[in-house]
C-alpha cells in the first residue's frame, strides 16, 4: 500500500472514530439523566455547556474547557469518573474536595460555580483561569526572579493561611495545582488531597507528591498543617533555583535526600530568600517557620519585609511576569492534552457504580446554595498529572 493509500484510510478510520465518539458524546448530553440536588430554579446539567477543550488529565477523568450557552462564560470542567474513583478508594477524597472547594471564597483559591453528576461522572464546573498551570510557566522561563516568587509565594501562603483557618490542610502543593490569572496572580486548585482535621489533629495518611513530601509523611509518622509549610518551602526553592532542592530520578534516593539530605544553595539567591527556605525546610514541624502563628510567621519574615500585605491580599501587587493570554483560550496549557478530541464519552453505570449508588449522593451543588457531607478518610491510591505524581496512601478504616 502507498504512502497515500494508506493515509487515505487511516484518516478515513479517524473520521469513523471522531463521528461515533460525538454520537457517543450526544448520547450522553441526550439520555442521561442528571441530578442535582439543590432546589434551585436553574437546574444545571451538561446539556448547559459547549465542550471546547481538553486542558487536563488526571487518574479519574479530564479536565475540559467548557462555554455556558446562557451566559457565554468560560469555566473549566473538571469530570470525574465514578468507577475510577471508587475503584481506588478515593469516594471520601472526592466528596471532601467537593465539600472545601463549596466553601472557599479567597482571591487565591479556586471558586466551585456547580456540581452535578449523571450516573456514571461527577461533575465540578469552575472558573476558568487562562494563563495555566505555573509549572507551564516554569518550565518555559526556567526559574523566576525573587521579585516574582515573592508575589507568588506570598499569595499561596495567604491561601494557605485561610485554608489553616478552615481546618483544612491542603498536602498537594506543586506548580501544577497553581493557576495564573491573565495579570500573573496565582490560584490554588485541586483539592482532591485537602482534609479537614479538627484543631490539634494530626493525620497519618500517606499522600503528595513525592518531591515535595515534608520528611515525617515519608517517615510514615503523624503530621499537621505544617506539612503544607515545608511544602511551600520547596515552591520558593524550585521558583527561584529551578528545580526541587532534593530532586533525584531515584525516589528512594528522593525520600532519603528529604529525610536527611544536605540542603545547597546557587550562589545567586539573597540572604532573606535563603533564610526563608531554610526555616520553611527545619525537619522539625514543630520549629518550622509557621508552626507557632501559622501564616502570621511567614508574613513577618525578612524575605517579605517590604511586602504590605493589605496590598498583597487586594491583588494590587503584580508580579513582574505576566502570560500572554491573547487569542486562544487554551494557549497556554499543554498541547499533549488541548490536541485531545473534544468529547465526554458516554460510559454506561458499572454494577460497581450501581452498587455504590449512595456513595455519591450529596455531591450535587450550586454556587450559593450549599448542602453537607460528611468527610471520613479513605485509602489507598496512586495517580499521575502531568507533571508530578501525586500519591495518596490513606490507612483502611473502613475494615473494608
Ligand atoms: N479552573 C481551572 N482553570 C484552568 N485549568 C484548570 C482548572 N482546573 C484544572 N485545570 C487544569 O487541569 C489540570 C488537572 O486538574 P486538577 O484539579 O489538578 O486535577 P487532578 O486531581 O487530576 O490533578 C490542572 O493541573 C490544570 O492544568
Ligand atoms: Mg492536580
Redesign the pocket.
Known amino acids: 500500500m502507498s504512502r497515500e493509500e494508506r493515509k487515505k484510510r487511516y484518516d478515513a478510520f479517524l473520521e469513523a472514530l471522531t463521528k461515533q465518539a460525538q454520537e457517543e458524546e450526544g448520547k450522553d448530553a441526550k439520555e442521561q439523566k442528571f441530578t442535582q440536588l439543590i432546589p434551585s430554579e436553574e437546574k444545571v446539567t451538561l446539556r448547559d455547556f459547549l465542550l471546547k477543550k481538553v486542558?487536563?488529565?488526571?487518574?479519574?477523568?479530564?479536565?475540559m474547557?467548557v462555554r455556558k450557552k446562557d451566559n457565554q462564560k468560560y469555566?473549566?470542567m473538571?469530570i470525574l469518573k465514578k468507577e475510577s474513583v471508587i475503584a481506588r478508594n478515593q469516594v471520601e477524597h472526592t466528596k471532601a474536595?467537593r465539600k472545601i472547594l463549596q466553601q472557599l471564597q479567597h482571591p487565591f483559591l479556586?471558586t466551585l460555580r456547580y456540581a452535578f453528576q449523571s450516573s456514571a461522572k461527577l461533575y465540578?464546573v469552575?472558573?476558568?483561569?487562562?494563563?495555566?498551570?505555573l509549572?507551564?510557566h516554569l518550565k518555559m522561563m526556567k526559574r523566576f526572579t525573587e521579585q516574582t516568587a515573592r508575589v507568588y509565594v506570598g499569595e499561596i501562603a495567604l491561601a494557605l493561611g485561610y485554608l489553616h483557618s478552615l481546618d483544612v490542610i491542603y498536602r498537594?502543593l506543586k506548580p501544577?495545582?497553581i493557576?495564573l490569572d491573565p495579570q500573573g496572580h496565582v490560584?490554588l486548585?485541586?483539592?482532591?488531597?485537602a482534609k479537614e482535621v479538627s484543631e490539634g489533629d494530626q493525620t497519618n495518611s500517606f499522600c503528595g507528591t513525592p518531591e515535595y513530601l515534608a520528611p515525617e509523611i515519608v517517615a510514615g509518622k503523624p503530621h499537621d498543617k505544617a506539612v503544607d509549610w515545608w511544602s511551600l518551602g520547596i515552591l520558593l526553592y524550585e521558583l527561584t533555583v529551578g528545580i526541587p532542592p532534593y530532586y533525584s530520578q531515584n525516589i528512594d534516593v528522593m525520600y532519603q535526600k528529604i529525610e536527611k539530605g544536605v540542603l545547597r544553595f546557587p550562589p545567586f539567591l539573597s540572604e532573606p530568600c535563603k533564610e526563608l527556605i531554610i526555616d520553611l525546610l527545619n525537619r522539625n514541624p514543630a520549629n518550622r517557620c509557621g508552626s507557632r502563628d501559622d501564616v502570621e510567621d511567614i508574613k513577618a519574615h525578612a524575605f517579605f519585609a517590604d511586602v504590605d500585605w493589605n496590598l498583597m491580599m487586594e491583588k494590587k501587587i503584580l508580579p513582574d511576569y505576566q502570560p500572554e493570554v491573547r487569542g486562544d483560550q487554551a494557549a497556554l496549557?499543554?498541547s499533549e492534552?488541548t490536541r485531545e478530541k473534544v468529547q465526554d464519552t458516554f460510559v454506561q453505570a458499572s454494577t460497581l457504580v450501581n452498587r455504590n449508588a449512595a456513595a455519591f449522593e450529596d455531591f450535587s451543588f450550586q454556587q450559593g446554595i450549599g448542602i453537607g457531607v460528611n468527610n471520613d478518610s479513605g485509602n489507598g491510591e496512586q495517580?499521575q498529572?502531568?507533571?508530578l505524581a501525586?500519591i495518596s496512601q490513606e490507612p483502611d478504616t473502613t475494615g473494608a
Open positions: 486542558l487536563g488529565r488526571g487518574s479519574f477523568g479530564k479536565v474547557l469555566y473549566a473538571k474536595e479556586m465540578l469552575l472558573d476558568f483561569y487562562q494563563g495555566g498551570e509549572f507551564f498537594d501544577e495545582n493557576l490560584c486548585t485541586d483539592f482532591g488531597l496549557f499543554d492534552f495517580t498529572s502531568n507533571g501525586t
